[in-house]
């Protein structure tokens, strides 16, 4: 019996923040989709509604100011905006659980190679920008595809880490609120380096091998 908790969704018109609010809407959540565009953001919306019309789906949308209203917020933009976006609305996050799924990569010619960001990770430059917040890293490895499609199950260990028990335990919630996906706690956020950094192995092994990869860990029961 999943407990619903309002979740906005920073960044949510793009692929995987739009697929993650399908995902988690499906799953019984209320979500709310953030935008800088309220139209973007009502756009978004409608698209998934229509998508799934047979779905209950509790999607509310605005800018990314009323996503940060959510109980727990996730940030899905692009990792050279995560910091800035969470900033702009960090007296609304005080106190919340906020979760980073963003990964910083370029793409060298035919690779995908991992960036270091300021303070090594996206995540902890996040946390950086919201020193009264609660960040978690997680989600990286999922892809968007696979999230909005909510006619199948996304099968999949999610690596949670933070500097926080009560954000890695929320995230961890919710992750397994979602059928078939498995949240591990990682441990601290100094962890979420290679926990971004591995999403350039994953997408990598994704180009070399036409397919679209899932990470699942063998040897651990919980
Ligand atoms: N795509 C995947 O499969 C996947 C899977 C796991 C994790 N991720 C990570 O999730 C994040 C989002 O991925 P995505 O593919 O959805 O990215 P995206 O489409 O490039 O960006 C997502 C949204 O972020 C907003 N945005 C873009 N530039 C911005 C800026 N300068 N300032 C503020 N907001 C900005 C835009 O929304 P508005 O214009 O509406 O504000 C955009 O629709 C990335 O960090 C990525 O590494 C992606």
Redesign the pocket.
């Known amino acids: 019996m999943v407990t619903p908790v309002r979740i906005g969704v ?10 993650l609010a399908a995902r988690l809407a499906a799953s019984g959540h209320e979500v709310i989709i ?4 309220i139209e ?2 009502n756009a ?1 919306r409608d698209a998934i509604t229509a998508k799934w019309p047979d779905l209950d789906l509790s999607i509310d949308a605005g800018d ?1 100011g009323a996503a940060a209203d959510g109980d727990a917020v996730v940030i ?7 910091s ?2 969470a900033a702009a609305v960090a007296p609304q996050l005080r106190g919340k659980v906020v979760i980073c ?5 370029a793409r060298i010619g035919n690779e995908f190679q991992p960036l270091v960001p300021p303070r090594g990770s ?1 995540a902890g430059s996040v946390q950086a920008a919201l020193p009264h917040s609660y960040l978690a890293a997680a ?7 696979e ?1 909005g499609d909510l006619s199948e199950p996304v099968e999949s260990d999610v690596l949670v880490c933070s500097d926080h028990p009560s954000a890695t335990e929320l995230t961890s919630t919710l992750i397994d609120s979602m059928p078939d996906m498995r949240a591990l706690d990682a441990g601290s956020l100094a962890l979420a380096a290679p926990i971004e950094a591995f ?1 350039a192995v994953l997408l990598q092994l994704n180009v070399r091998y036409s397919t679209r990869a899932a990470v699942t860990f063998t040897g651990i029961t919980r």
């Open positions: 920073l960044g949510a018109t793009g692929p995987a923040g739009r697929g953030g935008s800088r565009s973007r953001a978004a990314n899905a933009t692009p990792w050279d905006a995560a800035v976006t799924m963003a990964n910083a990569l996206v989600m990286h490895h999922i892809p968007a595809r999230l999403t």
